[in-house]
């Protein structure tokens, strides 16, 4: 009957207790969330123009693969040995796995954390307190007093659950896995960085062997005027004077012969390094054969920038992220539910540690909202802020400065080949003069000068049309780079990801056939959200653009206005949807 009364008062005092639960959390919530700091806006980035200059085409370079843009196996097999040795790529591939692993750590923030453990121990209390007084007069059930000191061994099973009531851990989560992709195409814009960095080394290190063809072409033609002069002088015909000039003509580009070589094993091994082996010499084509300044570059359209430039994708990503930390930083302002269990068994011997009187069971939960002093939670939510600002500006930093690259180099093409057609026609012209000059000598009719300055002349002149046609060439490479170029291998389609753990010594120009042996090296892949698998899609890297993003009126604060939209916000989805750009890839 009394056990009765008492199950009676107790369901009597349950909807008391629970009214009175929920009006203390609905007082925390407005205790905690009522001081939430104003986010600051960042200012709208200047409309992209629709051309580059006036300047738009049908096609995109950047869609050519390198193997057709540069047509040269020799670059081409130096760029596949740099795609498979160079360190700095390694780098950035650990990178990604860093990256990769950091969404597994953020996903299981949010799931339940269950721990086994044992533990053993042994306590003695005084006699002459409470507490020993009355354990002198206990017996336990099975009889007998309780052993001095006290043993304690226990095996319990422990559960520690934080509910994510306000998306704090899955927009962690969700930001862990932008910056996953981030560091991808981080990777990817290092590949077309590396690929026109080899390249352009190429050209320089043929335009320097070129160089060294006309010294020693200029060197041998000196030396016949020198024994020209000194036959003139022999005969008394001419005069020391011009013997000396030749001979110090002839000696002083014997001494540039050299700093040229020298000028040839810097190049080769700048090369060397950058594929990731150590100095050896470099084959390449002779500089007659090079036709890259043929290709025709084709700019498209600037807005084909944020697909193909792979560090405005980058930048994106980490202005998507940057939005999620706000969001997780807003969530600290309001109560957090954890939830804690314990199941097992304790005793004070272990010969009674698994009798069903040993058994032991205890569940809590707890709600808890900062209410005084929260100013490292508020410092936290601006600098979220603040870090959000700073990718909002990076990102429209990012997005002028590779329109303004593609705008320098299509120029600095378009000059230099015109600088290069009439440095040709000067370089013929003085062809032309330095055998009139030589035959007028031999004959007496000219001053050794005329033949000498001829001949210097003629020399800068060779060399600054190949330095002009280098920086064209140069220039070429880097705007195929700034319009996104070096990221597809070749037109079939093949990407860095599908030839990075190929063996050195493979060619890029090969096509991978399907289901080969390749080497293929699959590194951990970061689950998708909610555990459920991605469909394969073309490019399984591509981010979603921002304007893809769902956005509504402001009427709640809880993101930085998106780009060029000062009256909207970006807002994520709810809890059970899968946002396309956080859909992880099958792999990177």
């Known amino acids: 009957m009394r056990q009765n009364r008492l199950t009676t008062c107790s369901l009597g005092e349950t909807p008391a207790s629970h009214l009175l639960l929920g009006v203390a959390a609905c007082l925390m919530m407005v205790l905690s969330g009522c001081s939430i700091p104003k986010l600051y806006c960042a200012s709208p980035a200047p409309v992209m123009p629709g051309d580059f200059n006036g300047t738009t085409t049908a096609d995109n370079v950047a869609d050519v693969g390198v193997c057709e843009f540069f047509g040269d196996p020799m670059l081409t097999d130096l760029i596949a040995e740099g795609l498979a040795s160079n360190q700095e790529l390694k780098i950035r591939n650990q990178e990604v796995q860093v990256a990769a692993n950091e969404i597994l750590a953020r996903r299981g923030a949010y799931l339940p954390f269950v721990t086994v453990g044992a533990k053993g121990g042994f306590d003695r209390t005084s006699r002459y307190t409470p507490l020993g007084a009355a354990e002198d007069q206990l017996t336990y059930p099975g009889g007998g007093t309780f052993p001095d000191p006290l043993g304690n061994v226990g095996l319990t099973a422990n559960l520690f659950w934080r509910v994510d009531i306000w ?4 927009n962690s989560r969700d930001a862990a896995t932008n910056r996953y992709i981030e560091a991808v195409e981080i990777r990817d814009f290092f590949v077309t960085r590396l690929v026109a960095e080899i390249a352009e ?16 072409q200029t060197i041998e033609i000196q030396k016949q005027s020198l024994e020209v002069a000194q036959a003139q002088k022999d005969a008394a015909r001419g005069t020391e004077l011009a013997v000396q000039r030749f001979l110090a003509e002839v000696r002083k580009n014997e001494s540039q012969r050299y700093i040229v070589s020298q000028s040839i094993i810097e190049t080769e091994n700048k090369i060397n390094f950058l594929v990731g082996r150590y100095p050896q010499h470099v084959d390449r084509q002779s500089w007659g054969f090079i036709t890259l300044d043929s290709q025709v570059l084709a700019v498209g359209v600037p807005a084909q920038l944020m697909q193909n430039r792979r560090d405005i994708r980058a930048a994106e990503r980490e202005l998507a992220a940057s939005g999620l930390d706000v969001l997780v930083a807003r969530a600290r302002f309001f109560p957090t539910l954890d939830i804690t269990a314990r199941v097992g068994f304790e005793a004070f011997n272990p010969r009674y540690l698994f009798d069903p009187g040993a058994f032991i069971a205890n569940t809590a939960g707890e709600l808890v909202a900062p209410l005084i002093n929260k100013k490292a939670i508020r410092a936290e939510y601006l600098s979220a802020n603040a870090r959000q600002l700073q990718a909002v500006y990076d990102y429209q930093r990012t997005v002028l400065n590779a329109y303004t690259e593609v705008v320098n180099r299509m120029a600095k093409v378009e000059n230099y080949r015109r600088g290069v057609e009439i440095k040709q026609g000067q370089v013929q012209a003085l062809e032309e003069s ?35 046609k280098q920086q064209q060439l140069s220039a070429i490479v880097n705007a195929y780079q ?8 070749n037109n079939a389609g093949m990407t860095y990801k599908d030839v990075r753990c190929l063996p050195p010594g493979y060619s890029l120009c090969e096509p991978v056939q399907a289901g080969s042996a390749t080497g293929e090296m699959e590194l951990p892949v970061p689950p998708t959200v909610d555990g459920q698998p991605h469909p394969a899609t073309p490019d399984a890297l591509a981010p979603t653009s921002l304007d893809q993003v769902e956005v509504e009126p402001a009427a709640e604060v809880t993101l930085l206005p998106a780009l060029n939209q000062p009256d909207k916000i970006v807002k994520y989805h709810g809890a059970n949807e899968v946002p396309p750009e956080f859909a992880m890839p099958e792999r990177y």
């Open 167 to 170: 998306r704090e851990l899955r």
């Open 482 to 489: 700034a319009l996104g170029g070096g990221y597809l291998l």
């Open 434 to 468: 330095v055998s009139v000059a030589t035959n007028l000598f031999q004959n007496a009719r000219a001053e050794y000068v005329d033949v000498l300055f001829s001949q210097r002349d003629l020399l800068e002149a060779r060399v600054d049309l190949i330095e002009t």
């Open 201 to 216: 080394n190429y050209y320089e290190l043929s335009a320097l062997d070129q160089r060294l063809t006309y010294l020693n």
